[in-house]
């Protein structure tokens, strides 16, 4: 009895010391010691298309997701490697694969949106699912696709199998060239049915490689359904530098137009798209006498190719219409283009500011301009709603437009005119900007953003607030469907338009009807005009309201001020400077 407890009990001694042992790390050969966590089992991560900017035997130092990184690698690095694209495999910290991407092409860039890029001579190429964009001047740094410009001749393109892997901005974006758009007969539309032309000297079409001369004044024309869309864009190019090639298909306020450049002619299944590609001192000379009377003096028309061609390079590098591969349109949308023929005066103000732009804190300034001011500038958060508020796009007091018929006007719309109109316009409103036309929740108590089936009789309308400068920002609308709040210049001027009304101008002249509202500076005042009721709308100044007023600049002009007087008058704080010699 006495044998078998002691025996026990070294069973028990033994037990602990085990436990013990074990509670201090100590543990059989090959076992892991308890408490120490098992090391967790990293998947591999393939990192794509990135930009490897240096080597050495036993690591790769690579940029990936706008960071610098440096990873060693399992094995040796057989060879240096610096500034390429690769697909990168990780695992932990260390890299266990790569595959560099040596093919690269430079090309000029036709047209670009998410489906791929277009380039000469290649075609349009798709883009990877990682398809990255790297800028290599300024400062290494990861760009979003947009920033990949229409019609530059000098981005590199990495690729795979014939997908677009990575784009390679190497130098600062030059605007060389500018492309524009060319609207329909009214600016309806881009699409064309037809395309009719000839040039005043002999002229070239090319398609692809092949190629074809006509004499000068000899007419082609072909139809969308002629178009063969699969030997891509016809490219139409004069014989002589200055040569002009005449649109017949496109009719303009100056009747048909005429273009310097080439003319590009794209096929797409909602019609025929052209491209108009131009120098950008040229492409101002058509901007000019299209937006400001050749009329004005001098120093005014050079003060509008300066603004004209500082607003020209911000949308060259806002690349809005990289998808139609061009610039800007030829439209109110950018600035009006070869409405109006080309004059002397136009294109000396061009080139006695040849190059010229105005500079804000190292950038070029958005220029933004308009026909007549109400004796106020406006800001130009005021007007747009994501405008970004700058210190020379503020609102200012400003007395040079007291002599231009626009700088007092007012109109009646009677509340019929005003239903119809109403009923028209808000819902094709709501469609474009839904934030910017809301409706009263009754039971909320707010204006939320709600589809606008039918808005009945009008009520009453009333401001609801204004801007700096006394711009009105909102419109209330109390109506038989229901309130709706209407913010922005634009809409307010859209559904206020006086389509059915005369408008009496300061000067005693009549302007029988208008699109829009002749300027958001207005006052309301509700009242009976010959037995009619409805709402007296007085208001002051022609145009937005941000930026130069171009007939202030006029005024100015002929008090003997210079385009440098002007410019400070309306853009304060900005300089001079030059995009190119």
Partial sequence: MKKRIIVLTAVLLFAVLLFFLREKGIGR???????????AVTEPRELKNVWIMASSEESITFFYEGKEQTFSTKGKVQEALSE????????GDKITALVIKPDKITAKVLQADENGIELAGYGVLPLAESFRVYRLYGGLAEEPTGKVLVGSEETEFILENGTLCAALLTK???????RVLLGTDGYRGYYHETVEFTADCGFTVETGEEKKHFGAGERCSLSEKEFDMEAGRKVVTPDKADGKITVYSITRAGGIPSYRGTLEIEAREEGLLLVNEVTMEEYLYAVLPSEMPSSFGAEALKAQAICARSYAYTEFLANRYAAYGAHVDDSTACQVYNNTPETEEAILAVKETHGQVLFYEGEVAQCYYYSTSSGHTAAAEDVWENAEAVPYLQAKETGYDTESPWYRWQTFLSLEDLSERVEATLKERYRTVPEQILTY???????????????????????QEKGKGEIVTKLLLVAEKGVFLIKNEYNIRSVLAPVNATIYRENGE??????LLPSGFITLQKGTYRGVTGYLVAGGGYGHGVGMSQCGADAMARQGKTCEDIIGEYYPGTELGFIYD
């Fill in 172 to 178: 600062a974006p030059e605007l060389k060239k500018i």
């Fill in 510 to 515: 009549k302007v029988e009807g208008a699109a």
């Fill in 29 to 39: 050969e090959g076992e892991a010691p308890s408490g120490t966590p098992t090391p």
């Fill in 84 to 91: 390429c694209v690769g697909d990168l495999t990780v695992q």
């Fill in 441 to 463: 929740d009754g039971t909320t108590g707010d204006y939320i953003s709600k589809t606008i089936e039918s808005v009945g009789e009008i009520k009453s309308i009333r401001v």
